[in-house]
């Protein structure tokens, strides 16, 4: 058993401890904003990471939601202080925000290592800030919680129920197809977001945070709680006061993440119909924390767990609220229990077996037994093939059945705006049975691998009747998206990949159930084409975009940058304090 730290022992103290002109610096200004030493002296400092900002509507509740925080912070005896970190909005941010996961992640790594602070409170949701969080948390491996945004309440429009994004696309196609009016439109962009918080469907952000807590780092069921709820504000201030404790066991996550945390990640992720982008980042955050987590782990627990939580997208109704209160996702564990690793330590001190005892689901339907699931195998699997020798991700019960065998010809685009202007041109050549590729869409390519892997189904096509068609990329797509779309390509086009040897017309062929994709292409005439590639010019030639082209790992990877693995280079010290 950890021995209890000693007030003497805590990393705040080398800044305000010592009896010398620099920690007089230190304790002088804290006195300049106004705190007594008896409000920090023998007390674990606590970070605040806090992600608010007036461009990011998943997280506006955390400008207040903070002092809940802190409120807990303060009753468990701890000095909190709110450090602002980059907010990373899905909505807003261009031209992805996967550009800039690493960016975060960065600062808050250096934020943590090079200020007073002993243990740090996450505050985050939105799609690429609850990994980028963790990925600083592990690297930097400070006693850390993470609190999740919350999803917003269901949209509403004319008494239907809206999901955000997942509606957004649908209604998208049925304008285009002339089945709404303009006005109609206007109603559901009126109505599909209603509160403050993080998408309700199953997309990145509830994947994402549901990961969050099967690794150990959210308190039991905190990443089901709706973000206008109570509940949340409650979540916040007891994630405080929990912070303070942890800090005193020295529980830092080199200890919550071991391998089987992750496996616990990759079931729960597979159970929920998870976003496909649950793979790059829980990759990226294992290997962060110095597990070999990889493609080859998730194909092996798509076979074994099946989809139980119906929730849009890969279900055909409910949403997060819906999940929230048919017991979320300490209910849908319970499920999973003969398949979970329980012995796992979590944050709040106790295995993960510990945390959901008790549990329940209150409604079969929104989280089926695993005799009855809404799919029979994990949300996504793993294709390889001469087309992506290192694989790629399609997301099979979100589909249209009759595509998980299919072969058909490619139609292959360069760069997006060409595909969009394509499918808006209702004269086209084009049939439900070809295949629309995008390329250069990838990390580097994108740059920065943007949500365009949902590519838009042609005008003509929508307005004869189909929703879903064969669509292929080396880009990624939103959690909230759905149809046959192959993505992740790996590795991309932009460097080289198979995908870069394409042409239009070429066959494609893939068979979700063996697991396989490949173009029908002999290998000589692929030798021949590789011979006469020409590589695309460089995204960036200066800035951050440089150092990411430079850095930036392939999808199957984690899309990390190489300098920030575990293993590369030695441990990065304390900063010398003079």
Same mark, same amino acid.
């Given at each position: 058993?950890?021995?209890?730290?000693?007030?003497?022992?805590?990393?705040?103290?080398?800044?305000?401890?010592?009896?010398?002109?620099?920690?007089?610096?230190?304790?002088?200004?804290?006195?300049?904003?106004?705190?007594?030493?008896?409000?920090?002296?023998g007390?674990?400092?606590?970070?605040?990471?806090?992600?608010?900002?007036?461009?990011?509507?998943?997280?506006?509740?955390?400008?207040?939601?903070?002092?809940?925080?802190?409120?807990?912070? *303060?009753?468990?005896?701890?000095?909190?202080?709110?450090?602002?970190?980059?907010?990373?909005?899905?909505?807003? *941010?261009?031209? #992805?925000?996967?550009?800039?996961?690493?960016?975060?992640?960065?600062?808050?790594?250096?934020?943590?290592?090079?200020?007073?602070?002993?243990?740090?409170?996450?505050?985050g949701?939105?799609d690429?800030?609850?990994?980028?969080?963790?990925?600083?948390?592990?690297?930097?491996?400070?006693?850390a919680?993470?609190?999740?945004?919350?999803?917003?309440?269901?949209?509403?429009?004319?008494?239907?129920?809206?999901?955000?994004?997942?509606?957004?696309?649908?209604?998208?196609?049925?304008?285009?197809?002339?089945?709404?009016?303009?006005t109609?439109?206007?109603?559901?962009?009126?109505?599909?977001?209603?509160?403050?918080?993080?998408?309700?469907?199953?997309?990145?952000?509830?994947?994402?945070?549901?990961?969050?807590?099967? +690794?150990?780092?959210?308190?039991?069921?905190?990443?089901?709680? *709706?973000?206008?709820?109570?509940?949340?504000?409650?979540?916040?201030?007891?994630?405080?006061?929990?912070?303070?404790?942890?800090?005193?066991?020295?529980?830092?996550?080199?200890?919550?993440?071991?391998?089987?945390?992750?496996?616990?990640?990759?079931m729960?992720?597979?159970?929920?119909?998870?976003? #496909?982008?649950?793979?790059?980042?829980?990759?990226?955050?294992?290997?962060?924390?110095?597990?070999?987590?990889?493609?080859?782990?998730?194909?092996?627990?798509?076979?074994?767990?099946?989809?139980?939580?119906?929730?849009?997208?890969?279900?055909?109704?409910?949403?997060?609220?819906?999940?929230? $209160?048919?017991?979320?996702?300490?209910?849908?564990?319970?499920?999973?229990?003969?398949?979970?690793?329980l012995?796992?330590?979590?944050?709040?001190?106790?295995?993960?077996g510990?945390?959901?005892?008790?549990?329940?689901v $209150?409604?079969?339907?929104?989280?089926?037994?695993?005799d009855?699931?809404?799919?029979?195998?994990?949300?996504?699997?793993?294709?390889?093939?001469?087309?992506?020798?290192?694989?790629? +991700?399609?997301?099979?019960?979100?589909?249209?059945?009759?595509?998980?065998?299919?072969?058909?010809?490619?139609?292959v685009?360069?760069?997006?705006?060409?595909?969009?202007?394509?499918?808006e041109?209702?004269?086209?050549?084009?049939?439900?049975?070809?295949?629309?590729? *995008?390329?250069?869409?990838?990390?580097?390519?994108?740059?920065?691998?943007?949500?365009?892997?949902?590519?838009?189904?042609?005008?003509?096509?929508?307005?004869?009747?189909?929703?879903?068609?064969?669509?292929?990329?080396?880009?990624?797509?939103?959690?909230?998206?759905?149809?046959?779309?192959?993505l992740?390509?790996?590795?991309?086009?932009?460097?080289?990949?198979?995908?870069?040897?394409?042409?239009?017309?070429?066959?494609?062929?893939?068979?979700?159930?063996?697991?396989?994709?490949?173009?029908?292409?002999?290998?000589?005439?692929?030798?021949?084409?590789?011979?006469?590639?020409?590589?695309?010019?460089?995204?960036?030639?200066?800035?951050?975009? $440089?150092?990411?082209?430079?850095?930036?790992?392939?999808?199957?990877?984690?899309?990390?940058?190489?300098?920030?693995?575990?293993?590369?280079?030695?441990?990065?010290?304390?900063?010398?304090?003079?």
């Amino acid at each position: 058993m950890t021995t209890r730290k000693r007030p003497q022992d805590l990393r705040s103290a080398r800044w305000f401890g010592p009896a010398d002109l620099r920690s007089f610096g230190h304790r002088s200004r804290a006195m300049q904003m106004g705190y007594s030493p008896e409000e920090w002296t023998g007390k674990p400092v606590i970070a605040i990471l806090n992600t608010w900002s007036d461009l990011q509507p998943c997280h506006s509740h955390f400008k207040t939601r903070v002092e809940d925080v802190k409120r807990g912070v *303060l009753m468990a005896g701890g000095f909190p202080v709110e450090l602002p970190a980059l907010s990373l909005s899905e909505s807003y *941010l261009k031209p #992805t925000s996967m550009l800039y996961r690493n960016m975060l992640a960065m600062e808050a790594e250096e934020l943590l290592r090079a200020h007073p602070v002993d243990g740090v409170v996450l505050m985050g949701g939105c799609d690429k800030t609850t990994p980028a969080l963790l990925l600083a948390a592990t690297s930097m491996d400070l006693p850390a919680i993470f609190v999740p945004a919350g999803p917003m309440l269901r949209g509403n429009w004319q008494g239907k129920v809206l999901g955000s994004g997942s509606d957004s696309w649908k209604y998208w196609d049925e304008l285009r197809a002339g089945k709404i009016t303009e006005t109609d439109w206007a109603g559901v962009e009126a109505g599909i977001a209603r509160s403050y918080g993080t998408c309700m469907t199953m997309g990145t952000a509830s994947t994402m945070t549901a990961i969050a807590e099967a +690794v150990g780092m959210v308190l039991p069921g905190g990443s089901s709680v *709706l973000a206008a709820d109570a509940g949340h504000i409650r979540l916040a201030s007891e994630s405080g006061r929990r912070i303070v404790e942890a800090v005193w066991e020295d529980l830092r996550p080199s200890r919550i993440q071991t391998r089987a945390a992750f496996e616990n990640a990759i079931m729960v992720a597979m159970a929920m119909g998870c976003s #496909t982008n649950a793979i790059i980042h829980l990759i990226a955050m294992a290997r962060r924390a110095g597990q070999e987590i990889g493609l080859d782990d998730f194909e092996r627990y798509s076979r074994l767990i099946p989809v139980i939580g119906n929730v849009r997208p890969t279900g055909s109704t409910y949403l997060m609220e819906d999940f929230f $209160y048919a017991g979320g996702i300490l209910g849908l564990m319970t499920r999973l229990r003969a398949h979970l690793h329980l012995s796992c330590l979590t944050i709040t001190g106790r295995t993960l077996g510990e945390n959901i005892e008790g549990a329940r689901v $209150y409604n079969d339907d929104v989280i089926r037994p695993l005799d009855n699931p809404i799919y029979g195998e994990g949300s996504l699997a793993v294709l390889k093939g001469n087309l992506a020798p290192s694989g790629a +991700v399609i997301k099979p019960a979100a589909m249209d059945q009759k595509f998980l065998k299919h072969s058909g010809p490619a139609v292959v685009f360069d760069d997006y705006p060409s595909l969009k202007a394509a499918v808006e041109d209702e004269s086209w050549d084009i049939t439900a049975d070809h295949v629309l590729v *995008l390329r250069n869409a990838g990390p580097q390519g994108g740059p920065g691998m943007p949500e365009w892997g949902m590519l838009p189904m042609p005008k003509k096509l929508l307005k004869q009747g189909h929703r879903d068609m064969l669509r292929l990329s080396d880009a990624r797509m939103s959690g909230t998206s759905y149809g046959a779309c192959v993505l992740h390509v790996a590795p991309e086009s932009f460097v080289g990949g198979p995908l870069a040897l394409l042409r239009t017309g070429d066959m494609v062929s893939i068979d979700v159930e063996a697991r396989e994709i490949r173009m029908e292409v002999s290998d000589e005439e692929l030798a021949a084409r590789r011979a006469a590639w020409v590589a695309p010019g460089k995204r960036y030639e200066r800035g951050y975009g $440089y150092m990411f082209s430079k850095h930036i790992q392939q999808a199957d990877e984690g899309c990390d940058f190489d300098f920030l693995r575990s293993d590369y280079g030695a441990p990065v010290p304390e900063p010398a304090i003079y």
